[in-house]
């Protein structure tokens, strides 16, 4: 079992940054996949970054990449969302999820545990 809980979210102005932190409980972190969704109103939620335990060649959504970049600290149980040169579009809540295992997806629903969300608002 892994929980989740999402930090870092809040109110921001078109180019700036923001970084989100997920802290996992559990010992075996390291044996999970880590991804980062969000959901803006009225959209399905989309994949933008995810990562398995080496943190090398994470995926990034072409919406995102460039700008967003996933990190993940195995020994604090953490992985990082940091999002520069923020822009109206990229207002949604953000989401933490983990998929047991070494394969990267980008398929919500195979995903196991999700947090609770935290809410981004970029302003123009």
């Known amino acids: 079992q892994v929980q989740l809980v999402e930090s870092g979210g809040g109110l921001v102005q078109a180019g700036g940054s923001l970084r989100l932190s997920c802290a996992a409980s559990g010992r075996t972190f390291s044996r999970y996949v880590m991804g980062w969704f969000r959901q803006a109103p009225g959209k399905e939620r989309e994949l933008l970054t995810a990562t398995n335990w080496s943190g090398s060649n994470p995926y990034y959504a072409d919406s995102v990449k460039g700008r967003f970049s996933i990190s993940r600290d195995n020994a604090k149980n953490t992985v990082y969302l940091q999002m520069n040169s923020l822009k109206p579009e990229d207002t949604a809540d953000y989401y933490c999820?983990?998929?047991?295992?070494?394969?990267?997806?980008?398929?919500?629903?195979?995903?196991?545990?999700w947090g609770q969300g935290t809410q981004v608002t970029v302003s123009s």
């Open positions: 999820a983990a998929r047991q295992g070494l394969v990267v997806t980008t398929q919500a629903n195979e995903y196991e545990y």
